[in-house]
């Protein structure tokens, strides 16, 4: 089966601690997104990579990072900077950034303890 | 910048009531244009898109939306919707802008369908 994963479905972090969401997906590619959903705002860009190791800062980058050492594979690290950190995490791909539609993954539920 | 505008934030209907959800966005250049559907506890999934061509676009589960370029608009519609509709839908836009270009999401409309 063709697609993206998100884990863990729930992740709890505690004040002061760094958390790690995972992407991968197994689609070939090349560009890949992650987006932070709240009630009422929608979806926000966090960062994207359009090809590997290489990755952008989107609207609401801070208190975030990234990595892109694979194709398949876009990890974001949710850090001690980010204060309000509690939403939805949706990751996404698509064949190449623009015109081509995204596919998203089943999402992330991050809560701070 | 470019943005997305959705009118209505929360839709009751009932059954086989007709369904019209607004989507305005503010760019003057080439648009691409997505409706996103979310149902309870799934993936975000791809609705219906425009790129070209007719401006009506028809997606799954009989939905369809109108692409009017003079009011910057992409309005989703279903003729009679169903319990099973019950969903939030996001409007976005992807603004050809030279570089990076980026997919830009309204706020959602939830909507309740009710028996």
């Known amino acids: 089966d063709g697609g993206i994963t998100q884990s863990p479905k729930y992740l709890f972090r505690k004040e002061g601690q760094n958390v790690t969401l995972s992407c991968e997906q197994n689609?070939?590619?090349?560009?890949m997104y992650w987006y932070r959903q709240d009630p009422g705002q929608g979806l926000r860009l966090i960062y994207y990579?359009?090809?590997?190791?290489?990755?952008q800062k989107g609207d609401i980058a801070e208190g975030y990072s990234v990595s892109r050492e694979k194709k398949e594979s876009f990890p974001l690290t949710v850090t001690s900077a980010q204060k309000n950190p509690t939403a939805f995490y949706l990751c996404?791909?698509?064949?190449?950034?623009?015109?081509?539609?995204?596919?998203f993954g089943p999402g992330t539920r991050l809560l701070v303890l | 910048a470019q943005s997305v505008s959705q009118h209505n934030h929360h839709v009751i209907l009932s059954e086989a009531a007709s369904l019209e959800l607004g989507c305005n966005y503010s760019?003057?250049?080439?648009?691409?244009l997505f409706w996103y559907v979310q149902y309870p506890g799934q993936h975000l999934q791809l609705l219906l898109k425009?790129?070209?061509?007719?401006?009506l676009v028809k997606g799954i589960k009989g939905f369809e939306a109108e692409f009017i370029k003079s009011k910057f608009s992409f309005n989703l519609r279903k003729p009679s919707v169903q319990w099973s509709d019950t969903a939030e839908y996001f409007c976005?836009?992807?603004?050809?802008?030279?570089?990076?270009?980026?997919?830009?999401f309204g706020a959602g409309t939830r909507l309740a369908v009710h028996p």
């Open positions: 689609l070939n590619h090349d560009a």
């Open positions: 990579s359009q090809i590997v190791n290489d990755f």
């Open positions: 976005a836009v992807i603004a050809f802008s030279g570089g990076y270009n980026k997919l830009i």
């Open positions: 996404a791909s698509n064949s190449h950034p623009g015109e081509e539609t995204q596919y």
């Open positions: 760019y003057g250049g080439t648009v691409n």
């Open positions: 425009y790129f070209s061509g007719d401006p």
